[in-house]
């Protein structure tokens, strides 16, 4: 699969930052308020929660550039969900002027790396801050999708979605074995060796969008087991990267 360099890295964080700053500079009031592709929330929550990772995960490099840690929310998950409900009712110029800031300081923080700086250890996932950089694309990517514009998955690049395809092998369920086939591209083989596996045809960012549980845009998915056509199988939840307390 492709590999993400620090230098590719950021490229694709100023290019992700601007797809989200480009379909925010277009919305109304109107627009913030409507239901976005993520249920319960309107796209002013996507808008708000984008502001709150972008912040985070500039304060998570912020603070390994000084040898420090510091928690990615305060508050932890539920000062997340505070945050972005507070947030979310804003007007369209103030989630812009949010927008702007948080993003601005992320892409500040990250691009002020040395090679060093991307190994450093940063509290989220108990990683460094080139795991940081990646998360950041991720949610830059896929809610620029759920923003609900017509942007859909089928502009992800072949790069992020071999990432995704990486990072969400988590979802797969134990003992079981998925075999991902993406048309004229080579197989990916993700889970248990020896698991019961299920084969995915598809398109490339079809099979990515079901891994990441969103819509596939093309209608390209089949899957089938021992050569039989089966149902799409099921998948664990989202790898979480902020603990959540009851």
Sequence with gaps: MT???????????????????????????????????????????????????????????EYAGRGESIELYDGGFEGRN??????????????????????????????????????????????????????????LTIHATDLGTGRGPETWSRPFCEHLFEFLAARVPE????????????????????????????MLTDIAAWLAGRTPTLGSLRATAAADGVELPALLTWPAGVPVTN
């Design 3 to 61: 590999s993400i360099t620090p230098e590719n890295l950021l490229e694709e964080l100023r290019r992700a930052a601007d797809v989200v700053t480009g379909i925010a500079a277009k919305l109304s009031d109107q627009d913030i308020a409507a239901a976005s592709e993520l249920p319960g929330w309107t796209r002013g929550h996507v808008l708000a929660h984008v502001c709150g990772i972008a912040n985070a995960m500039a304060r998570q490099v």
């Design 82 to 139: 505070r945050a972005i409900e507070l947030a979310a009712g804003h007007n369209a110029d103030e989630h812009r002027t949010a927008l702007a800031a948080a993003l601005g300081r992320a892409l500040d923080a990250f691009g002020a790396l040395d090679p060093a700086g991307w190994r450093a250890r940063i509290t989220f996932r108990d990683g460094v801050v080139y795991d940081g950089g990646l998360a950041l694309w991720r949610e």
């Design 175 to 202: 003992g079981e074995r998925f075999v991902l086939q993406p048309l004229g591209l080579p197989s990916i083989a993700l889970g248990a060796a020896g698991g019961r596996s299920t084969a995915i045809n598809g």
